[in-house]
């Protein structure tokens, strides 16, 4: 069993910056992938970032040069740098990481004010 434990998340005024941090613990063998997804009020769930075990990245095109995505693979931690927050970004955002299985994050409030 795999446990993500996510953090950073709050309220920013447009034009802000954020940082999402997600942790993950247990029976942690080989990590494919970890990513970001971001699911709005009446809105699914929808992909925002991804990083690779080789560190190739996937963006969302809605957040391409606004967004970051990086891992420390030695503390199994995945990255979200958010920098010109726009109230569109306002959702949860959930981390979620692939071994043998995927795995869901509980989620993390991002609330962007115009």
């Known amino acids: 069993q795999v446990q993500l434990v996510e953090s950073g998340g709050g309220l920013v005024q447009a034009g802000g910056s954020l940082r999402l941090s997600c942790a993950a613990s247990?029976?942690?063998?080989?990590?494919?992938?970890m990513g970001w997804y971001r699911q709005a009020p009446g809105k699914q769930r929808e992909l925002v970032a991804t990083?690779?075990?080789?560190?190739?990245?996937n963006y969302a095109d809605s957040v391409k040069g606004r967004f970051t995505i990086s891992r420390d693979s030695a503390k199994n931690t995945v990255y979200l740098q958010m920098n010109s927050l726009k109230p569109e970004d306002t959702a949860v955002y959930y981390c979620?990481?692939?071994?043998?299985?995927?795995?869901w994050g509980q989620g993390t409030q991002v609330t962007v004010s115009s």
């Open positions: 990083i690779t075990s080789g560190r190739i990245t």
């Open positions: 979620r990481v692939v071994t043998t299985t995927p795995y």
């Open positions: 247990g029976s942690i063998f080989s990590i494919i992938a």
